[in-house]
């Protein structure tokens, strides 16, 4: 699947995490309630380029493309480090890659690889729509949004919000700061603290209007497919990362004089939790191929990718924390931390009923009366 450069790559971006004892610096961003920590953002921008992985040269980013962001996200989802990552690179830079706004994107992504900017995109509101069609944001005839938008990702500190608006031509998208008039970001309750979400208001906010008019449908479908693909390989590292705990704690923990693995009950769920996590790792990395190859199938690919991914790491959770016992459910302990994230991204993007629907949409079953 990568290649041996971009194996070092994975490895130099491992080793950043480790040296900097990320798992402390989580547990310190969680515990001040910010969910975000802005000297390992600039680090992993200045010292590894990550916020510009995708970003083109000619602004100032590497140039890479889905495969790497992939091999990114899973290595940040080992750690449930940079929760501002996923809407900045996988969303915000998509959405001005696809738009095909030179001059936004002039304007936009140099700040966001260089770590300056925090960019992120709106894609619902209260009501769980995951199409365009059932946008409710309005934009009059000089792009100015009313409307709402929730569950936004880092939208309490984004400097920068994308959104899909319907408007005269159909729905467009747009671009707000959240420090302009008539933008209101409200932070929401939200059970993964690691990654905290925000409500956006928007009362006659002037926006500028991001790409042709009347594009926002075609964007916005091909733009789920992009943060499928890429929030499954976030899922996977995620998902790695609590089996290897389940077992490092397996071969440690002891019980009537032996070690908890080496009862059978133990293993089984050990050896079942590796056989998901290889399963949704398959299809993780197919869904990163097909958005890196623009391939014909990517809809399917990625709704099948997160349709897996998200029962795997969420299931892989649960076990984690029952072979750890009582600590498992601790605060001190990160299992719950791993569990949140698991829960939370399993609702994102639609949940796995509504996954299961767009396969079956996609490839023609007809659900028969009974």
Known sequence: MFSAEQELFRDSIRAYLRDRDIDARVRATVTSGSGHDPEIWRGVAGTLGLQGLTVPERFGGSGYGQQELAMVLEELGRTLACGAYLPTAALAVNALLLSGDEQAQAEYLPGIADGSSIATVALTDDSGSW????????????????????????????????????????????????????????????????????????????ARLVGAPGTGSALFARLLDLTGAALAAEQVGGAQRVLEMA??????????????????????????????????????????????????????????????????????????????????????????????????????LGGPAHHRQRLADHIGLVRQPV
């Open 247 to 348: 077992v490092d704690y397996a071969k440690t923990r002891t019980q009537f004089g032996r070690e908890i693995g080496s009862f059978q009950a133990v293993k089984h769920k050990c050896a079942d939790m590796l056989v998901e996590v290889e399963s949704a790792r398959s299809c993780a990395y197919y869904a990163a191929l097909a958005a890196a190859s623009d391939a014909p199938d990517l809809h399917t690919a990625a709704s099948l990718a997160q349709l897996r991914c998200s029962q795997a790491y969420l299931h892989a959770a649960e076990e984690n924390i029952l072979v750890h016992g009582a600590i498992g459910f601790t605060w001190e302990y990160p299992a719950q931390l791993f569990y949140k994230r698991a829960s939370a991204d399993a609702l994102y």
């Open 131 to 206: 199409s365009a069609t059932g946008l409710t944001v309005q934009a009059d005839s000089d792009s100015r949004l009313t409307g709402t938008q929730s569950f936004v990702l880092a939208g309490q500190i984004a400097d920068l919000i994308l959104l899909v608006a319907q408007g005269g031509p159909g729905p467009s998208l747009y671009a707000v700061r959240p420090s302009g008039p008539g933008v209101m970001v409200t932070p929401s309750t939200s059970m993964d603290l690691t990654r905290p979400q925000a409500e956006v208001t928007l009362r006659d906010a002037p």
